[in-house]
């Protein structure tokens, strides 16, 4: 994942959100595992439309479990970033003590 360097702003200037990232629906908390395998699905939406990049290596549901259906890690977060105004959004979960979100950086 590679960003242009003009596209870096210094930590003192204030970044205007795009009408992309404006649009972009945030989830303050997940209430239960369905809310989080929704929005990694909805994540993978924005990634596919081409106005995002992440860090994630796979965003398929299948790649976070195992065989079992038991999940890979009790902890995961990646970075949403968008490829205009380089605003950043994060999603977390926890998936043992059942709490994430996906929210502005």
């Not at 360097?5 to 992309?20: G, I, L, T």
């Not at 970033?81 to 979100?101: I, L, M, P, S, W």
């Amino acid at each position: 994942m590679t960003l242009k360097p003009d596209k870096w702003y210094n930590y003192f200037e204030v970044r205007q959100m795009c009408n992309n990232c404006g649009n972009i629906i945030l989830r303050k908390s997940f209430y239960s595992k369905r809310d989080f395998i929704n929005c990694t699905k909805y994540i993978k939406e924005l990634i596919d439309s081409g106005r995002y990049e992440t860090d994630a290596p796979s965003l398929d549901i299948d790649s976070l479990k195992n065989r079992d259906g038991i999940w890979t890690k009790d902890i995961f977060r990646f970075t949403v970033r968008c490829k205009e105004c380089c605003q950043e959004f994060v999603c977390y979960a926890d998936t043992y003590h059942g709490n994430g979100g996906f929210v502005k950086k």
